[in-house]
């Protein structure tokens, strides 16, 4: 394993407004190629500290990773103003709704894009939870993805987190991806139905990439946060694992 030898919080352009980002650059010595990139996209807590040190962690790994911070408008965190944990999920999705969220994710691949230490010809995307199904619909509107890596992203948005109030299904338009996906679900997730992460599965494999559906006996929502009740160690371990072969693979 590498060492990261740089992170930090870094700002740029998205359309007319400025977001930051977290950003962990792999160390290098004199002749080694530019690393390739991973952006990632956060849960709907934001960007966490755990949230940090996976950036960094991917940094030592060899890649260069940012993270975007999709709440950059509103202070960088989600909103705050809710009276129940649902009314919390719901305001959260729609302050990184798709229209705004997909857009910063390109906006911050233009920004890695322009700094000349980075590839950005070789790009993937990881996504958790909320940045999952949003990795999900990126991968559907972009050439520029080598691979997308979602884990345990919502197939379907509930109509109250969706700014149609609409139920917004990630499923309808799963077999337009345009790249490799890995998808990672745990099998005991109280908010992901089994039968989503099936359907999910069977549209993806109507687009005709590479595909890898792996689903976790006994883990829950967010099994892979290390500050989180539902942290599967286990099921977090062999899910990096796979990550990273898959992004080694396809970058």
Request: aromatic share 8%; net charge negative; proline share 8%.
């Amino acid at each position: 394993m590498r060492t990261s030898a740089d992170a930090a919080w870094v700002r740029f352009p998205s359309g007319t407004d400025e977001i930051r980002g977290y950003l962990a650059l792999p160390s290098r010595t004199p002749g080694d190629a530019p690393p390739p990139v991973v952006i990632m996209a956060h849960e709907n807590l934001g960007v966490t500290a755990h949230r940090e040190r996976v950036t960094e962690r991917f940094a030592a790994e060899g890649f260069a990773c940012l993270t975007v911070d999709l709440y950059s408008r509103i202070g960088g965190r989600p909103p705050q103003d809710y009276t129940t944990p649902e009314e919390r999920r719901a305001k959260a999705f729609l302050a990184a709704r798709d229209e705004q969220a997909v857009p910063d994710l390109d906006a911050g691949l233009d920004y890695l894009a322009g700094r000349g230490d980075v590839d950005a010809s070789r790009v993937a995307v990881v996504g958790f939870c909320l940045g999952g199904g949003l990795a999900l619909v990126w991968a559907t509107r972009s050439d520029r993805l080598a691979c997308a890596v979602p884990l345990y992203g919502l197939p379907e948005l509930p109509a109250a987190y969706s700014p149609t109030g609409q139920v917004r299904s990630r499923i309808d338009i799963a077999d337009t991806v345009r790249c490799p996906v890995q998808a990672h679900f745990g099998g005991a997730d109280e908010v992901i139905p089994l039968d989503q992460v099936a359907r999910l599965g069977d549209a993806l494999k109507l687009s005709g990439q590479p595909l890898e559906v792996h689903v976790y006996e006994g883990a829950g929502h967010a099994y892979h946060d290390d500050t989180h009740p539902n942290h599967h160690p286990e099921a977090a371990r062999v899910t990096w694992e796979r990550t990273l072969d898959f992004l080694r693979a396809h970058l």
